[in-house]
C-alpha cells in the first residue's frame, strides 16, 4: 500500500510567477484535500476534490485552484503569487465519507 | 477566525512525564476530534481520534478525554518517551473539512 506522494517538495518562485502542485493520492482513496501550513501554525484547508470536482472550499481566494484526475492524483495551481503564499503546501487523502486523512509530507514554496 | 484554540504553545518534560495539550472549539457542528503527530520535514500522521458521544478514548499511551459541554478536549501522553518529541495538532473535523489546532512542540527530555 503506497501513501500519499508530493511533488516537488522544495520549490522557490517570485512574486507574480504561478507555480503547480501535485499529489498522488493512496491507494484506494478517491478524495483528496489540500491544506497550507504557514510556518509555527496548524494546516489550513484550502479545497477538497471528489469524482473530479471541487466540492468543499475554504476561505482561499480564486487564485488558488485545483484540478483532480481519473486516477484521483490531483493538482493545486497557485497564480500571481503574493509573499504570504510562502508555507508548506500538504495533500491528504481519503476514502469518501472517511474521516481518517492521509497525509502527504508536503511541498515547501518560497515566494520572493 | 480560528475556530481550534490550542495550547500550550510549547512544553517541555522529562522522560516519563504525562504531557496534557489541551485544545478548545466554538462550532457544535464538529462530528470528529483527531489528533495528529508532525515530525520535522514530514507530514502530519494521524495519533487518535473521538467522537463527541465519547469522553475518553484510549489507544497505547495516548489517551483523548472530551467534555461536550465545555467545548473542550485534551491529549495526554503516559510516560512520554523522547522520541515522542513532535509537534501535536488537535482538530475539528465537519461536513469533510478539518480545521486545525496551531500545534503544540513537545519536547521529552532523556
Known amino acids: 500500500e503506497t501513501g500519499v506522494t508530493q511533488s516537488p517538495t522544495h520549490l522557490i518562485k517570485t512574486r507574480g510567477q504561478q507555480v503547480t502542485l501535485r499529489c498522488s493520492s493512496q491507494?484506494?482513496?478517491?478524495?483528496v484535500s489540500w491544506y497550507q501550513q504557514a510556518l509555527g501554525q496548524g494546516p489550513q484547508f484550502i479545497f477538497q476534490?471528489?469524482?473530479?470536482?471541487?466540492?468543499g472550499r475554504g476561505n482561499f481566494p480564486p487564485r488558488f485552484s485545483g484540478l483532480q484526475f481519473p486516477n484521483y492524483s490531483s493538482e493545486l495551481n497557485v497564480n500571481a503569487l503574493e509573499l504570504d503564499d510562502s508555507a508548506l503546501y500538504l495533500c491528504?487523502?481519503?476514502?469518501?465519507?472517511?474521516?481518517?486523512?492521509?497525509f502527504g509530507a508536503g511541498s515547501r514554496l518560497t515566494v520572493l | 477566525q480560528q475556530q481550534v484554540k490550542q495550547s500550550p504553545q510549547s512544553l517541555i518534560v522529562q522522560k516519563g512525564g504525562i504531557p496534557i495539550i489541551n485544545c478548545a472549539y466554538e462550532?457544535?457542528?464538529?462530528?470528529?476530534f483527531p489528533w495528529y503527530q508532525q515530525f520535522p520535514g514530514k507530514g502530519p500522521a494521524l495519533l487518535i481520534a473521538i467522537r463527541p458521544d465519547v469522553s475518553e478514548k484510549k489507544e497505547g499511551r495516548f489517551t483523548i478525554s472530551f467534555n461536550k459541554s465545555a467545548k473542550q478536549f485534551s491529549l495526554h501522553i503516559m510516560d512520554s518517551q523522547p522520541g515522542d518529541s513532535a509537534t501535536y495538532f488537535c482538530?475539528?473535523?465537519?461536513?469533510?473539512?478539518?480545521?486545525f489546532g496551531d500545534g503544540t512542540t513537545l519536547t521529552v527530555k532523556p
Open positions: 476534490y471528489y469524482r473530479e470536482e471541487e466540492n
Open positions: 491507494s484506494g482513496h478517491n478524495t
Open positions: 482538530a475539528a473535523r465537519n461536513a469533510g473539512k478539518s480545521t
Open positions: 462550532n457544535t457542528a464538529f462530528d470528529y
Open positions: 491528504a487523502s481519503s476514502f469518501s465519507g472517511a474521516n481518517v486523512l492521509t
